[in-house]
């Protein structure tokens, strides 16, 4: 089995089956239970586990650091990337990205990184960095509309290493957050496949595997 920790607004629908533990940071209720009450209120998150949960061998750890409202706090992501980390997570997905670089959030990701921990955060295809997609090594994934469900691309750009479908299957989130979540999905494939594989033996395999190398060429 697969652990993959998703840090966002929490999970419900038919993804919640998949998850195994979950904690809230910044919110009130008891870290680490499985109540039955509603929890995503956003929609947001439960969005970005339908993507991962469906694979087989995959457990879900569920932080959620967002409310209704989509907003967090460096502390609040620091917290549950740890927390995650303790958990047995080997990859995380973090389709969220802040505007300003935190001391607190970059140690985090970089305890993770340590501990052997796969780091995908959404990047957006243009504009102005995020974080923590932009720490070393953390992958950046954002959307690419040449990929349908299911493929890939390595881009290799200034605003992101890889790409995958622009939408979730409920279509409720799209862009870098699908993206995100569609490249974790495939990354946890690979470790499924390549168990004892490391990070550079999978980001490898991956780019191999990718359907489109090389970012998308508009014309007029």
């Not at 008891?30 to 209120?41: S, V």
């Not at 991962?52 to 967090?72: K, M």
């Not at 509309?145 to 890889?162: N, Y």
């Amino acid at each position: 089995m697969i652990r993959v920790g998703i840090a966002d607004s929490g999970v419900d629908g038919p993804a919640r089956k998949s998850v195994i533990a979950r904690a809230d940071f910044g919110f009130s209720g008891k870290p680490g239970t499985l109540q039955d009450a509603p929890r995503d209120r956003a929609g947001h998150g439960s969005a970005i586990a339908a993507v991962i949960a469906g694979i087989e061998g995959v457990e879900l750890l569920d932080a959620r650091i967002f409310d209704a409202e989509l907003r967090t706090s460096a502390a609040q992501a620091a917290a549950a990337i740890d927390w995650l980390v303790t958990q047995g997570a080997r990859i995380l997905n973090l389709s969220f990205g802040l505007r300003e670089d935190r001391a607190l959030l970059r140690e985090a990701c970089a305890r993770a990184i340590d501990a052997g921990v796969l780091l995908v955060a959404s990047s957006p295809a243009r504009g102005a960095s995020v974080f923590p997609a932009s720490y070393p090594g953390v992958l950046r994934a954002t959307g690419d509309a040449r990929c349908a469900p299911g493929e890939t691309s390595w881009l290799g750009t200034q605003q992101a290493d890889a790409g995958a479908a622009v939408r979730t299957p409920c279509g409720k989130v799209a862009g870098a957050s699908a993206g995100c979540a569609h490249v974790s999905a495939a990354l946890t494939r690979l470790m499924l496949q390549q168990p004892s594989a490391g990070r550079e033996e999978l980001l490898d395999a991956f780019r191999r595997g990718a359907h489109y190398h090389g970012a998308e060429r508009r014309t007029q």
